[in-house]
């Protein structure tokens, strides 16, 4: 499907909005999903940095759980950045109690890896599959891959170790912020990925 993808972004809690201008200024159209009916013709999907434990509280509240992981089983291209890494990773290590994610990514993600608000840092990251160019990010208490399995990929890591960046098929998980430096690429290929996915039931 050409022209201007439809990109649906969870827009319970997080940076929204600059995810929605990132997606806007590469010519996309987005849909900013509260309730199911939002999940309408997208053809991706950004679940936004916040806080994972809220984020799960809330799409479990606004009844978007199920049609979430239905759309996320189904293939939808998705871009998951620092909350989003946790909430789609099959597992979660040191959840809080009751914490569930919308999985789709065979994957463990610890939550905030880095620490607090006040350990957050830029870096320059040289990304699998996305140029020669490192990519300037932000991390805010952000998380880390500690397992990854069948069919995930590796595309970054620090230099102590810690994996940053994975992906599989159809899902790119990210613990940093590429909208508040304003690198575009990881935003570009979901935007190439959602114009030519076709949702096999016609959602």
Request: hydrophobic share 40%; charged share 20%.
């Amino acid at each position: 499907m050409g022209g201007s993808p439809l990109i649906g972004v969870l827009a319970l809690q997080g940076d929204v909005r600059e995810h929605r201008t990132m997606l806007e200024s590469l010519g996309a159209t987005v849909a900013e999903v509260r309730t199911p009916e939002h999940l309408t013709d997208i053809q991706g999907l950004v679940i936004p940095g916040g806080e994972s434990s809220v984020m799960d509280k809330l799409t479990r509240l606004f009844g978007l759980r199920d049609p979430l992981m239905k759309l996320i089983g189904a293939g939808i291209p998705v871009l998951g950045t620092c909350a989003g890494m946790i909430m789609v990773a099959d597992d979660i290590e040191d959840a809080i109690e009751g914490q569930l994610s919308l999985g789709g990514l065979d994957a463990t993600v610890k939550r905030n890896s880095f620490g607090s608000q006040r350990d957050s840092f830029d870096v320059s990251l040289a990304v699998e599959g996305y140029g020669p160019d490192p990519v300037d990010v932000s991390f805010i208490r952000a998380p880390a891959v500690t397992r990854v399995g069948e069919g995930v990929h590796v595309l970054a890591a620090l230099e102590d170790g810690r994996i940053v960046a994975v992906a599989n098929d159809t899902i790119t998980a990210l613990a940093f912020h590429p909208e508040v430096t304003g690198e575009s690429r990881f935003h570009t290929r979901l935007i190439e990925q959602a114009r030519v996915w076709h949702s096999p039931t016609g959602a």
